[in-house]
């Protein structure tokens, strides 16, 4: 098994669909365009959102375990897949790609 680099693409926010729809809440989502995380294997690095965690984790499985060609050709390089965290309100676009490096 290999371990997988998680980089933060893009965090949007639909303020329109957020004021129409959902209760205020102090913290909703801490993540950072350009943020790094390194899986090991299939583990959920430390500090990741676990909500983000449940829309990734088949795809960091997938790529950790060898796996390629995801959707059949859809990505450039077939060792990466971009996902996206289910938050209709806020969601962030994640870049996953296996490295070379074997997990611990």
């Known amino acids: 098994m290999k371990k997988c680099r998680i980089t933060v693409m893009r965090v949007a926010s639909y303020d329109d669909l957020m004021e129409k729809y959902e209760n205020p809440i102090e913290h909703a989502c801490s993540m ?4 790094t995380f390194l899986t090991n294997g299939w583990e959920r690095p430390a500090d990741f959102c676990e ?4 829309s990734l984790s088949p795809f960091v499985l997938a790529l ?3 796996g390629s060609n995801i ?5 450039k390089d077939p060792r990466s897949a971009m996902i996206s965290c289910n938050d209709g309100f806020r969601p ?3 870049y996953i790609e296996a490295t070379d490096e074997d997990a611990d």
């Open 32 to 35: 950072r365009e350009g943020q």
């Open 51 to 54: 909500s983000a965690w449940e």
């Open 64 to 66: 950790s375990s060898g």
């Open 71 to 75: 959707y059949d050709g859809w990505m």
């Open 92 to 94: 962030v676009s994640f």
